[in-house]
């Protein structure tokens, strides 16, 4: 497979040329953060569109199913516009600390205006801009660590599950909302013209990506483990009770796993 494939026949500067990133390009991080620098203006109202207004209510059972205790330290990894990273932040039994952590600056700052107009209503989370696959912080810092949407675009998803494992405390839990790939025939017929043509289509039209983010969407969900398979690489990663729950006609599912 090409790293990226030109989608005009005209020679175009190296600038403005249309990409569609390989999942499995070895530049593959470099390429996902230009994509989201490029359509982080429009990232939140894609969500919505693309999702039929479902987005959030995923993220608000990513939270339910974190069983919070009340006082926890959480990070939420590749925490984009920060939406999931303020559904934690206002979470009962409230959290003493949350911090969003994400690689491309430009998703970081509609996080943090987006988290102004919180102010007084909860204790506001804070932001880091860090690499998932490196993260800045020492073992074992976390109650609980998060990531939505995020893991499939790491360029080493077993480096990146390993380091959020690390930042938990033990008895910790890792929580994964994700797109999986849906194996059944029946719900891969069911669900596949929206994913692979629509999706692309009206993501296209919406936030007019060089990289072309909504092609890259299917084909990144094509490479990723199916949900057993995720479930099995946590375990092996010292997860123990790990389950999951699929959601939007089996194309989603959220993994929970909790730190030996
Ligand atoms: C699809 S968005 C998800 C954003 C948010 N979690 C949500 O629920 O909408 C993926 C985010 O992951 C970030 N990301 C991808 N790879 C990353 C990495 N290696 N380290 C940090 N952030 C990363 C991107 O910058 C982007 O903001």
Same mark, same amino acid.
């Given at each position: 497979?090409?790293?990226?494939?030109?989608?005009?026949?005209?020679?175009?500067?190296?600038?403005?040329?249309?990409?569609?990133?390989?999942?499995?390009?070895?530049?593959?991080?470099?390429?996902?953060? !230009?994509?989201?620098?490029?359509?982080?203006?429009?990232?939140?109202? $894609?969500?919505?569109?693309?999702?039929?207004?479902?987005?959030?209510?995923?993220?608000?059972?990513? @939270? %339910?199913?974190?069983?919070?205790?009340?006082?926890?330290?959480?990070?939420?990894?590749?925490?984009?516009?920060?939406?999931?990273?303020?559904?934690?932040?206002?979470?009962?039994?409230?959290?003493?600390?949350?911090?969003? +952590?994400?690689?491309?600056?430009?998703?970081?700052?509609?996080? +943090?205006?987006?988290?102004?107009?919180?102010?007084? +209503?909860?204790? $506001?989370?804070?932001?880091?801009?860090?690499?998932?696959?490196?993260?800045?912080?020492?073992?074992?810092?976390?109650?609980?660590?998060?990531?939505?949407?995020?893991?499939?675009?790491?360029?080493? /998803?077993?480096?990146?599950? %390993?380091?959020?494992?690390?930042?938990?405390?033990?008895?910790?839990?890792?929580?994964? $909302?994700?797109?999986?790939?849906?194996?059944?025939?029946?719900?891969?017929?069911?669900?596949?013209?929206?994913?692979?043509?629509?999706?692309?289509?009206?993501?296209?039209?919406?936030?007019?990506?060089?990289?072309? +983010?909504?092609?890259?969407?299917?084909?990144?969900?094509?490479?990723?483990?199916?949900?057993? !398979? $995720?479930?099995?690489?946590? !375990?092996?990663?010292?997860?123990? !009770? @790990?389950?999951?729950? %699929?959601?939007?006609?089996?194309? /989603?599912?959220?993994?929970?796993?909790?730190?030996?």
């Amino acid at each position: 497979m090409s790293s990226a494939s030109a989608t005009s026949t005209k020679p175009q500067a190296p600038s403005t040329s249309t990409v569609v990133i390989d999942p499995l390009d070895p530049q593959k991080g470099v390429k996902v953060r !230009e994509m989201f620098a490029g359509i982080a203006g429009k990232y939140d109202l $894609l969500n919505r569109v693309l999702s039929g207004g479902r987005d959030q209510a995923w993220r608000r059972l990513a @939270v %339910k199913m974190a069983a919070l205790r009340g006082g926890e330290t959480i990070l939420d990894c590749c925490c984009g516009t920060g939406d999931l990273t303020l559904l934690f932040a206002g979470a009962e039994p409230a959290p003493m600390r949350v911090i969003g +952590a994400d690689f491309t600056p430009e998703m970081l700052r509609i996080a +943090a205006t987006k988290t102004a107009q919180f102010k007084g +209503a909860m204790r $506001l989370p804070s932001y880091s801009a860090a690499d998932g696959l490196r993260l800045p912080f020492t073992d074992a810092s976390f109650d609980v660590v998060s990531v939505a949407f995020g893991v499939r675009n790491f360029q080493d /998803v077993n480096a990146g599950l %390993k380091d959020l494992v690390r930042v938990l405390k033990p008895s910790g839990r890792l929580v994964i $909302l994700e797109f999986t790939p849906v194996r059944n025939w029946f719900w891969r017929a069911l669900t596949s013209f929206h994913l692979n043509y629509m999706v692309p289509l009206i993501g296209q039209v919406i936030s007019r990506s060089r990289h072309h +983010a909504y092609k890259y969407l299917p084909k990144s969900i094509g490479v990723f483990p199916d949900a057993e !398979e $995720l479930k099995r690489r946590l !375990e092996s990663l010292g997860l123990r !009770e @790990v389950h999951y729950r %699929k959601l939007n006609l089996r194309t /989603v599912a959220i993994h929970v796993g909790t730190r030996c």
